[in-house]
């Protein structure tokens, strides 16, 4: 919302007074990012990351969870792994010498670079926990929830059930059917 309310502000500004400003812009840029380096470990959590439906959706349970801890423990935390990696320098660095924008005007740069590996280390811890999950689920230890492919195929199913008209109904209102 802050992002959506500076970027109105800004752009009302820049047309209308004709006044623009690097530091309400920048603003917007790292509000931007943290949005989305903030939001993947939630996505994750959720169950709304991508993966390939098509093949996911014939799967049996125990496969689609064998193939989630394989790209869990091959692919997504080897990736948080390495950014982490590569991001404390980069952030440290940036913080140490107080890096800022060298427009006029700019805000300072290491609190956008902070929320690079803020948001791989809030990726990290709940890649972690999808893995305990995984496990937990492939040892009957935990019962499946209808998240993520399932509980979107159930709400499909809802939606389409909620419009749809019964044939012995006749409502006036209701639209035609083809």
Avoid: C
């Amino acid at each position: 919302v802050a992002a959506i309310l500076i970027s109105a502000a800004n752009a009302i500004a820049r047309r209308a007074l004709g006044v623009s400003s690097n530091g309400w812009l920048e603003l917007q840029w790292y509000l931007f990012g943290a949005v989305f380096m903030l939001g993947s470990a939630w996505t994750l959590k959720v169950d709304e990351h991508i993966r390939i439906d098509v093949l996911s959706s014939r799967l049996s349970s125990r496969a689609r969870g064998r193939l989630e801890l394989f790209g869990h423990l091959f692919f997504l935390i080897p990736f948080v792994g390495l950014m982490l990696y590569l991001a404390v320098p980069f952030v440290t660095k940036s913080i140490t010498s107080g890096e800022a924008s060298p427009n006029p005007g700019g805000l300072p740069i290491w609190p956008a670079k902070a929320l690079i590996g803020l948001g791989f280390v809030s990726l990290a811890l709940q890649a972690l926990s999808e893995l305990i999950k995984r496990l937990a689920l492939m040892r009957g230890l935990l019962q499946e929830t209808a998240v993520g492919l399932q509980g979107a195929e159930a709400e499909a199913e809802r939606l389409l059930q909620e419009l749809a008209i019964p044939e012995d109904r006749g409502d006036a209102a209701a639209p035609p059917r083809h």
